[in-house]
Structures are given as C-alpha cells and as structure tokens.
C-alpha cells in the first residue's frame, strides 16, 4: 500500500464524475491533499498543540472523517509526548465512511506504534455517537455533508463534548464579496499550479467536486457553531479560501 501521487485528472476525460472517496482516491489521498490544500501541513502541525491543551485524562478524542488518518497520528503523537498524565489514560476513535480510507489508515496507524488505545470505525457520522468527548476534529469533512445535517451533527457533538473540551473545524469557505471570491478562487488555483497540478487537472477536479463539496461562509460556521451548544468560536488559522475553527464546550 504505497503512497502514490495524484494524476486522477491528469488525462482528459470524455465524462467527469462526481467525486468520491474510493480505492483510487484512497491510493493517492497523502498527495492530493498536501497540493491541494494550502496550510494543511501547518493544520496538522498546531493540531498537535491544540491537543495538548484540550485533551482530557480519561477521555475520547474523535477524528470524524479520519480518511487516511493524518489527524489521528497529530493526536496520538501529542498524547505519546504530553506531560499531561499517562497515553493510555485517553482513547482516539477515528470515524470514516470509506472501507477504502479505513483500510489504509489502519496501515498508517500501525507504522507509528502508540501508547494511546486507537479504535477505527467505518461507518457515516449520522451512526457515530459521541460520547466523553475532549477532542473533535471535524478536518475537511463537513463540506461534504449536506447542508440540512451540519446543524444536527454539530449539536450531536457539542452534546457529547466535556464542559471545556474542543472541536477543531477545517473547512474550505465562500466569500460574500463577489471580487474576493474570485481572488481567493485564483489565489487557490495559482497554490495547485504551484504544486505541479496542470490547468485541465484543476479544471477536471473543481467539475468533479462541483455539488459534491460545499462550501460556506466563515459567519455561516460560526452562527451554526453557537447554535449547536458551543460557548465560543473562532478562526484560529486561515490561508487563501481554507479556514480552521476552534469552538470551546
């Protein structure tokens, strides 16, 4: 199961589908995401951090839409090297919908032994409960969800989440100011560009991902945010049109 680069767009492509997390997706996931998501690397890096504040003895840390479990590892790595009490006093459960996803987060997991009891479950957030929580990250995973379900699963969540606990929210966002939208839409394609994708790759991939991924207003998430029960949120991060929220229980 070897990481392999991205050229899924590569070809020109008599139709293009919409968008979905399979086997071939799965194959070139680490690579698609790292040029395909500007700050995602810094993302993860102050993950770990955030951990370290956050992160509750003898509670769960959720990573909803673990894909390949990138978030997964800055959690367990954080927990691993805190001063905060014992690894095995906190459980991780990563949550993801793609057999495919699962499959090969359970190869990365096992490349980095761990302290941390770990639990990967392949199944939709709307099955998932949430329970004891300190931590959630909710990384690029909400835009896939329909619109009418985010305020229901973010309200499971702030439910299920420790007075004081977290959820961390990465999410691409749309601007309200037409000219800004398409800076940042430019600003975006040019970071692609720069990672070596081609302009019909970029092009194939935004018609693939069109309705399939979608996007909102920071205000929007925060609005949704206080509504689900949270106490308080911000954007702690933000690059081009990506945006990362921390929202305190």
Not at 172 to 189: C, R, S, V, W
Not at 205 to 213: D, P, S
């Amino acid at each position: 199961m070897t990481d392999q680069q991205d050229q899924i767009y590569a070809n020109p492509l008599d139709q293009v589908k919409s968008f979905v997390f399979d086997e071939r997706v799965a194959h070139v996931f680490t690579d698609m995401i790292n040029r395909s998501v500007p700050g995602y690397a810094m993302t993860l890096e102050m993950l770990g951090i955030i951990t370290r504040r956050f992160a509750q003895s003898g509670s769960s840390l959720y990573d909803l839409g673990c894909s390949l479990g990138a978030s997964t590892l800055a959690m367990r790595c954080s927990l691993d090297d805190s001063s905060r009490g014992k690894p095995g006093e906190y459980q991780v459960i990563g949550v993801d919908n793609s057999e495919a996803m699962i499959e090969r987060c359970q190869v990365n997991l096992a490349r980095v032994p761990s302290q941390v009891p770990t639990e990967l479950n392949c199944q939709g957030l709307e099955e998932t409960p949430i329970d004891n929580a300190s931590m959630v990250v909710l990384n690029f995973t909400l835009q896939f969800i329909p619109i009418a379900e985010r305020l229901p699963l973010l309200t499971r969540i702030a439910a299920g989440t420790l007075p004081g606990g977290a959820l961390v929210l990465s999410e691409k966002i749309i601007f309200d100011n037409p000219e800004g939208q398409a800076l940042m839409t430019e600003l975006h394609h040019d970071f692609k560009r720069s990672r070596g994708y081609s302009d019909l790759e970029i092009a194939q991939k935004r018609a693939a991902i069109e309705n399939v991924l979608v996007p909102e207003s920071v205000e929007t998430h925060l609005n949704r945010l206080k509504d689900a029960g949270f106490s308080r949120a911000a954007v702690w991060y933000q690059c081009f049109n990506f945006v990362s929220f921390l929202a305190i229980r």
